[in-house]
């Protein structure tokens, strides 16, 4: 039986650690953590918040999700639209899904990704 989600892997083009760990680390405020020795060797990077865990794996001829995303739940969602768009990151909001306020945004490769917050109880 499913329990929970472990993680969440994304795709990136080799080289590009240095802008997911300024994206991941310091825009979303997300904590790298460390990638057991074999697998640090593939490259990538791995990045946690609380139970949520992202995977960052280098994939030769990288193309970014376009439609795929993981969806991460978000407090105060104004205000982390407001980190992301000072940092440079687009914010496109979308009222679409009844009792939530959520934007997509992409990473620095072009992944999507889908931030939401309840706005019902």
């Known amino acids: 039986m ?6 969440v892997q994304l ?3 080799a080289g590009s650690e ?8 310091d825009t979303l405020g997300m904590t790298e953590i ?3 020795p ?3 060797a593939r490259g990538g990077c791995w990045f946690q918040a609380g139970p949520v865990q992202l995977h ?3 994939e030769q001829d990288f193309r970014p999700a376009k439609k795929a995303h993981p969806g991460l739940r978000v407090t105060d969602i104004e ?3 407001a980190r992301l768009e000072a940092d440079g990151a687009p914010v496109r909001w979308d009222d679409d899904l009844p009792g939530h306020r959520r934007f997509f945004s992409h990473d620095p490769v072009g992944n999507r990704l889908e931030f939401l917050e309840r706005t019902d109880s």
């Open 79 to 81: 205000a982390y639209a």
């Open 11 to 13: 795709a990136a083009p």
């Open 18 to 25: 240095d802008a997911l760990r300024a994206y991941y680390a």
């Open 34 to 36: 460390p990638k057991p």
């Open 38 to 40: 074999a697998l640090a």
């Open 56 to 58: 960052l794996g280098i």
């Open 2 to 7: 499913i329990a929970a989600v472990d993680h």
